[in-house]
């Protein structure tokens, strides 16, 4: 391949963000398969050739519109070197390949890219941090027009929405519109079988989940029947007559936590077994097949999954089935405990904002004959959040990295 | 709690379906905290009392419109205990409870979710099949007309999507509104930021992806930037006459069987190792952290994650990198064998459905100047179309019962 050089000084990279050259390469060394670079502050990163290769930023490598990979890593010969590599006085690195390519690196891009253990474990230190609470939450209250108007409050609530998983946001016309408004001032909405939105109140015929009853509903997630639950659930209050009916959630991660530390096998239990939920209706038949709490490739709790009257019976091996109910039980019962419920009638003008992997919802039987109750909802998947935010925080200094 | 006794006869159970007697139970044995109940074929089955009670199907414990359950399971004594079982006339089980409750089970229901160790291994068996793939694939074609009238056909469409994973419609109306139409056969459709449906011709401005160029694209699937990527992807011709752009597929699980069966420890790599994708675009920023090759909690395949051009730089491991590298090569060169791949031209009217999670597709470049070339596109989720196929298979004797 005879290689298009790419200036020496250009700014380019495959990538919408700028990095800082916070600390400049003060030496490169080439070994057998890669080069090791030592930092100002004598950090020592390697990189592999093959990883230099494929990351160059170059605009035959990267379409410059796009900011795209054209070049497959799989096209690079087998023994590909570097056969002469420098270090520029902006601080770049320049690589001269033995194919004839040529590449560059920014200092600051290979900094933040850099693979060596400590860069890798300051990577994870970034990530963003969930904030369990109990019964005495304060719930962040972000009011609609504020929200509608201005992206630093927008992002705030998204922040607390992320982080602490229950929202509350107050001045929403009674229109049906404002629910789709709100929830588009982030991204689209996730349809689901109960449509884009939905409608709470009782129907005549209650035929396709407990859900649209007078009932009381036991904590839970909703969708669960689902291989990827809603992240985002969005729940506007149009009129709220009716006696009871009160609002009340729990922080899952919080129990879990709770759980781990009192039962280390009633919580290993729930994270190991798989067990399958199933929205039995006349006109669809969802199932899903995972376990109550879920685990992230670190080991850290990343999803609650649960609505007791959509589990389809539990299908184990004989000699677990004893110890698996005592677990289940077990969480059960914490998300009744007082100590982690936060209970709040919504009021008409009202929204819930919550996540739904996470903060597990129920609510109160109430009296149909009492009033009117009509609420509107709606679902978003976590990627749509986490991108938004993402967009939000371009160009803040230091705005942390998704990693894992 | 003082219990609504159930018919004897009853055959309302917490399911839309029914379940047939095939076995009958010859003998039913109470021990310390389960009964033991033996079958005319001999087999012994294992039902514990909490999962009995979880499971009873009267009128109290489920509700009788929606079939959910309102009993909670938490809400039995810790010593609950039957009191006396008994085999009825029609071949149900009677348990009296401890509590005063009473419980019928109906024997085929009882067969059905027992969960002894043979039991258990039987509905593993009964899970759909994979049929893998290579180049010599006859692509599953259907008419469209028929699809659209027709239960049975689009039940056969349905199957070979989700076995096979690549089928053809043809006899497309060249309107805007077919793609819907016959996606909404189905069920609804998966939004993304690219709309509810994305329309493939090259843009002006191409900044939010390759796709939108006219570069060849090499084998992917898409949107691997979200944490669920869409289970089936819908690409339906309406003109095509520009010179290039075939479609190619290769069947991504057939590619990793190969993978594994030459290489375990490349195999091994791809599936422990998460990857970062990430769609860079100036309104959206979607990252997703999961490995290439995806396996179920059964340790099989599932699914294939890959776009190379939207591959963050790899973040393992120095010690690794150098493995992983080959790994990933090993996987590249297997999706350009000539022995995997399937090649056609779309023409006017035609329709690509396949399996975005399992069938990589590709395309080649092709020439802007020489005609018009003008695809529409959606998405859907794997589980609306196994809903789809469950609902239009009940009443079907022998449907196989999902489980993992």
Redesign the interface.
Known sequence: MNAIASPANQTFS???RTFESTHRLRAVKLLT??LEATWDDDRIS?Y?F??LR??CPCSQCV?P??????F???DAPGNLAAESISLNATGSLTVHWSDGHRSVYEAGWLRS?A???LS?SE?ADRLYSVRPWESDLLIPTFDYSAVMSSDPVLLDWLLAARDIGLTMLTGMPATGEALENVARRI???????FGVTFEVRTKA??????A??A?EL?AHTDLP????QPGLQFLHCLINDAAGGESTFVDGFAIAATLRAASPEDFRLLCEH?V?FWN??????????APIIGLD?RGEVSEIRLA????A??????SE??AF?RA??HF??LT?DSRFIVSRRLEAGQMWCFDNRRTMHARKAFDQASGKRFLRGCYM????L??RI??LQ?GEPGHSI???
Not at 381 to 384: F, K, L, S, T
């Open positions: 495959a990538d919408w398969d890669s390697h592999h093959l990883w494929d990351n379409h519109g796009t900011r795209e990979q054209m497959e890593v799989v890219h693979y060596d253990a890798r990577r991204s689209f909405i996730r349809e689901s079988n015929e209650a035929a396709d989940s407990n649209y009853t009932l036991p029947t689902r291989e990827l798989p399958e039995k209706a006349p006109q669809s038949d969802y199932r899903s097949y490739s007791n009257w959509l589990r019976p539990f299908n184990l091996p004989a089935m004893s109910y289940y039980r059960s019962a009744r998947d976590r990627d749509e986490l991108s993402l967009v371009r998704r990693a894992a």
